[in-house]
């Protein structure tokens, strides 16, 4: 596996940190958010074309808009693994 570590929330108290990785081999970006509450769960349910519940292999995360150079970093990093 080749995990890039891209960074972490710069508001992080180091226990409480959204993270973002690029898996530059899978080709697949990795986050650690925070978890949704129940009633985001239900509406992201609710609003999204799939149908029925989001599959327990699978989660609604938040992270904060101060970590989206990072997620455009990680996006970057998995699109030129892709290219080449």
Request: proline share 8%.
């Amino acid at each position: 596996m080749a995990l890039r570590f891209v960074g972490i929330d710069p508001d992080t108290d180091l226990d409480h940190c959204p993270t973002v990785w690029a898996d530059e081999e899978a080709g697949e970006l990795v986050v650690q958010g925070w978890k949704v509450s129940p009633e985001l769960r239900a509406a992201c349910e609710s609003s999204s074309p799939a149908r029925g519940s989001i599959p327990d292999s699978e989660e609604v995360i938040r992270i904060p808009a101060r970590m989206v150079p990072m997620i455009r970093e990680a996006c970057d990093a998995v699109e030129r693994s892709a290219v080449q």
